[in-house]
């Protein structure tokens, strides 16, 4: 697992202004009594109780529970794990992380890296700059005026344009400082013979409409380019190939633009071509995103899982597209997702559908989108064939081996009656034919509440003054805290409290204490870190641990007065309970009664 130093991490929390960071993601914050409020990011409200604290470095919502540092609202943001949410701060405040000592070639890939990241940010405003102003572009642009995108979607996009000359960008990439090896690498060019690397090298992308593809950090990470003309030789789309930055199966163009709406509304329309989204996403219509090709793969589905319950496949109404969404069905399914299929007309694409109709229309296809099993069944039923046996075998084995792939026993279940229904033959039968269902896997943890954490007065008082004083955590740890506290069952995180390495005065170092935690707990302890710190900390410190022992002792009173009552006791066991039971009492009659904790 990927290990950044705790003193990175404090630097980086240190730096970046929590206040910007949010308002950057579009939250309206308001000045309110040294803090800052506006309505929750995460949940619907229709009052503010979300909050910032500039002084802390803090958020916290008292509506739907979330809150903690920086981090954290990254991470619940964007749906970042934390690695991913550090890193993404580490940029923006331009410190490098270094994890451990890198080896030579681990430090050889990571500036090989930042040198080809450089080279695709400049590769993308050299190809903007072609679709521009260069009039050797004017087929792009008068191609893009026909689809309808103006300057300003292009502008937005970073759409472009590749020369048709085979070393155009190449000579580019030599004046702006970068090497051949460098250029290779990055996959805009080409070995003329991989054989001979000799022979030189071409541009990979010529007279073609450019893509960029962004990864999560809004970094251009590779393109993909599409030919202008039906004429033009070579694939309709051609891609960069897989680098150190790009990995085709794993990336889900749009996805940079796009991920707020997929969050807000848990769907995803999957459209087959960048058009398609880009005009959708254009419309108003922002939970869009597109493949690296047609079909889904299993790590796709799972990065989409990271936001969405549901997915809208929009794949075209030919034999193609069916196809294509059947072999998405697989790796969609086993990430437990809704899979959904908007037909569109015959001879439609969702941007020619929104170009004629308005996105109004594609709405109502999205709205009216069928479950794929119902999709999979009309489709097949209504074949010429089906009225045959030979034909309804075939579409029974073909609909069977998509149900198969169901885990959830009770949506299968469902699934197989009201197909059975459709293809006239009996449910029982159909069970026979169907494959072993896969191994259902643990359904994942959602953070849509966190769980109750510190419910116990005496716990959560105690927990307050071990994080906000020196001198109360310092008593406390002359005390043997891990022994007292491992009797208490609710007590797991004050035991992470006075085990963690930070300093209750510097609120740096607390902070970088709550980015250890899960969601739920840093939660909780922002909570508690929004009431006042009591000025008597060392006392109620003292106090507390007084309720503990004394209840603990009761406990254990009770526990043997229990054992006391077990008629099949010896005497010499009766009698060492009993002189156990008597050693607590005079224990007990020690321990000064604490005061009324207040919490």
């Known amino acids: 697992m990927q290990r950044i130093p705790p003193e990175t991490i404090e630097q980086i929390q240190n730096t970046v202004d929590i206040v910007e960071v949010i308002e950057g993601y579009g939250v309206h914050l308001k000045r309110?009594?040294?803090?800052?409020?506006?309505?929750?990011?995460?949940?619907?409200?229709?009052?503010?109780?979300?909050?910032?604290?500039?002084?802390?470095?803090?958020?916290?919502?008292?509506?739907?529970?979330?809150?903690?540092?920086?981090?954290?609202?990254?991470?619940?943001?964007?749906?970042?794990?934390?690695?991913?949410?550090?890193?993404?701060?580490?940029d923006r405040a331009n410190i490098k992380i270094i994890e451990g000592e890198m080896s030579a070639e681990d430090a050889a890939r990571y500036t090989l890296r930042r040198r080809l990241l450089a080279l695709h940010a400049e590769a993308a405003d050299f190809f903007h700059l072609q679709l521009m102003r260069k009039p050797s572009a004017q087929i792009a642009r008068d191609y893009l005026k026909g689809?309808?995108?103006?300057?300003?979607?292009?502008?937005?996009?970073?759409?472009?344009?590749?020369?048709?000359?085979?070393?155009?960008?190449?000579?580019?990439?030599?004046?702006?400082?970068?090497?051949?090896?460098?250029?290779?690498?990055?996959?805009?060019?080409?070995?003329?013979?991989?054989?001979?690397?000799?022979?030189?090298?071409?541009?990979?992308?010529?007279?073609?409409l450019m893509f960029p593809i962004c990864n999560d950090n809004n970094e251009v990470i590779a393109f993909s380019g599409r030919v202008l003309s039906a004429e033009q030789k070579g694939g309709k789309y051609v891609n960069s190939p897989e680098t150190i930055l790009f990995t085709k199966g794993a990336v889900l163009f749009g996805?940079?633009?796009?991920?707020?709406?997929?969050?807000?509304?848990?769907?995803?329309?999957?459209?087959?071509?960048?058009?398609?989204?880009?005009?959708?996403?254009?419309?108003?219509?922002?939970?869009?995103?597109?493949?690296?090709?047609?079909?889904?793969?299993?790590?796709?589905?799972?990065?989409?899982?990271?936001?969405?319950?549901?997915?809208?496949?929009?794949?075209?109404?030919?034999?193609?597209?069916?196809?294509?969404?059947?072999?998405?069905?697989?790796?969609?399914?086993?990430?437990?997702?809704?899979?959904?299929?908007?037909?569109?007309?015959?001879?439609?694409?969702?941007?020619?559908?929104?170009?004629?109709?308005?996105a109004a229309a594609f709405a109502q296809r999205i709205d009216d989108a069928k479950d794929f099993f119902d999709y999979q069944v009309d489709r097949l039923v209504n074949q010429p064939d089906f009225a045959t046996p030979r034909g309804k075998q075939a579409a029974i084995k073909k609909i069977a081996g998509s149900i198969s792939?169901?885990?959830d026993a009770i949506l299968r279940e469902t699934v197989v009656n009201?197909?059975?229904?459709?293809?006239e033959i009996s449910p029982q039968e159909f069970v026979r034919i169907l494959k072993k269902p896969p191994k259902a896997e643990p359904a994942p943890m959602t953070a849509a509440v966190p769980e109750p954490a510190l419910v116990d007065p005496t716990l959560r008082l105690l927990a307050l003054v071990t994080l906000c004083d020196d001198d109360a955590r310092a008593w406390v740890f002359e005390e043997p805290w891990n022994e007292v506290l491992a009797r208490e069952p609710d007590a797991g995180l004050l035991i992470k409290i006075l085990s963690a390495d930070f300093l209750p005065s510097n609120s740096s170092s607390v902070n970088a204490f709550l980015t250890t935690l899960d969601?739920?707990?840093?939660?909780?302890?922002?909570g508690l870190l929004e009431?006042?710190?009591?000025?008597?900390?060392?006392?109620?410190?003292h106090d507390c641990w007084k309720g503990l022992e004394k209840r603990q002792a009761q406990r254990r009173i009770e526990a043997l007065t229990a054992r006391m009552r077990n008629p099949q006791l010896s005497v010499e066991e009766s009698v060492s309970l009993q002189k156990q039971i008597l050693d607590l009492q005079i224990r007990l009659s020690h321990i000064a009664r604490p005061f009324s904790l207040p919490l």
């Open 32 to 90: 309110a009594a040294g803090v800052f409020k506006a309505l929750c990011p995460f949940h619907n409200e229709k009052s503010a109780s979300f909050t910032v604290d500039p002084k802390r470095q803090r958020f916290k919502c008292f509506g739907c529970g979330a809150g903690g540092t920086v981090f954290r609202f990254v991470m619940t943001y964007e749906q970042l794990d934390f690695v991913s949410a550090v890193k993404k701060m580490a």
């Open 147 to 208: 689809r309808g995108v103006s300057v300003e979607v292009a502008k937005s996009w970073k759409l472009g344009y590749a020369p048709e000359l085979s070393d155009a960008f190449s000579d580019f990439a030599h004046q702006r400082g970068f090497s051949t090896e460098e250029i290779l690498q990055s996959g805009i060019v080409a070995l003329r013979d991989a054989d001979n690397p000799d022979a030189g090298f071409y541009d990979r992308f010529r007279n073609r």
């Open 255 to 358: 996805l940079n633009r796009s991920k707020r709406a997929l969050i807000n509304k848990s769907s995803a329309i999957v459209c087959e071509g960048q058009l398609d989204l880009i005009t959708a996403f254009e419309a108003g219509i922002e939970n869009v995103i597109a493949p690296q090709g047609t079909a889904f793969t299993d790590r796709q589905a799972h990065l989409l899982k990271r936001f969405v319950t549901e997915v809208v496949l929009c794949f075209d109404s030919d034999a193609a597209g069916e196809n294509a969404a059947v072999k998405s069905l697989v790796h969609l399914l086993a990430e437990n997702l809704v899979v959904r299929v908007a037909e569109m007309p015959p001879g439609e694409d969702p941007d020619s559908l929104i170009r004629s109709q308005g």
């Open 405 to 407: 792939l169901l885990s």
């Open 418 to 423: 009201r197909a059975a229904q459709r293809l």
């Open 519 to 526: 969601p739920g707990e840093e939660a909780a302890l922002v």
């Open 531 to 541: 009431i006042k710190p009591p000025s008597n900390a060392l006392t109620i410190a």
